[in-house]
T-cell receptor, first 114, second 115 residues
Framework: AQTVTQSQPEMSVQEAETVTLSCTYD???????LFWYKQPPSRQMILVIR??????QNATENRFSVNFQKAAKSFSLKISDSQLGDAAMYFC???????????FGTGTSLTVIP | EAGVTQFPSHSVIEKGQTVTLRCDPISGHDNLYWYRRVMGKEIKFLLH????????ESGMPNNRFLAERTGGTYSTLKVQPAELEDSGVYFCASSQERVQGHGYTFGSGTRLTVV
């Protein structure tokens, strides 16, 4: 079975600084997708970024980028120029291809310090 | 377009009572999913509907949980009778038929507290 591990329950970052959230996963599959979701307090969980396993190039979305290391089964999220609105719970997730079910990590609570 | 809507946002009930959670997916989304996050743990899959049919209910913890999706529109998740370990945040998500690697659209969740 697939498992996703987020080893950092809480992280903090100074506004305008850079922070990296860690995620590792375990799978025997070769084709899959990886995601980072963000849930601000009491708000909807939204997709931050996704990565196809067959793509070597790391995904980037504005200030958000990932470091995808397939052999190491690592998928970290880097947030540059952190903003107060980045404060949220961040979940790393895995999904097989094809597949419908997501496997999530336990989440990392990110605090942004003004 | 309207997002995935969940009702209520919070619910506090006593052990042994019944609670019904509701999810309204995005219009036209055939796939509807329920997930649950027990405090401090990972978000876990409960079940998956395709239209009104249960495609996969392997994550349902026990027979105290009943999910329905009459008419293939909104879905309800009933917990009867509720136990303390049922406390957590219940998420609903929906997607189009062929999501092909895209993420789901999630709701804000229902925080259930059983006391």
């Amino acid at each position: 079975a697939q498992t996703v591990t987020q080893s950092q329950p809480e992280m903090s970052v100074q506004e305008a600084e850079t922070v990296t959230l860690s995620c590792t996963y375990d799978t025997s599959e070769s084709d899959y997708y990886l995601f980072w979701y963000k849930q601000p307090p009491s708000r909807q969980m939204i997709l931050v970024i996704r990565q196809e396993a067959y793509k070597q190039q790391n995904a980037t979305e504005n200030r958000f980028s990932v470091n995808f290391q397939k052999a190491a089964k690592s998928f970290s999220l880097k947030i540059s120029d952190s903003q107060l609105g980045d404060a949220a719970m961040y979940f790393c997730a895995y999904r097989s291809n094809p597949g419908n079910q997501f496997y999530f990590g336990t989440g990392t609570s990110l605090t942004v310090i003004p | 377009e309207a997002g995935v809507t969940q009702f209520p946002s919070h619910s506090v009930i006593e052990k042994g009572q019944t609670v019904t959670l509701r999810c309204d997916p995005i219009s036209g989304h055939d796939n509807l999913y329920w997930y649950r996050r027990v405090m401090g743990k990972e978000i876990k899959f409960l079940l998956h509907f395709v239209k009104e049919s249960k495609q996969d209910e392997s994550g349902m913890p026990n027979n105290r949980f009943l999910a329905e999706r009459t008419g293939g529109t909104y879905s309800t998740l009933k917990v009867q009778p509720a136990e303390l370990e049922d406390s957590g945040v219940y998420f609903c998500a929906s997607s189009q038929e062929r999501v092909q690697g895209h993420g789901y659209t999630f709701g804000s969740g229902t925080r259930l507290t059983v006391v």
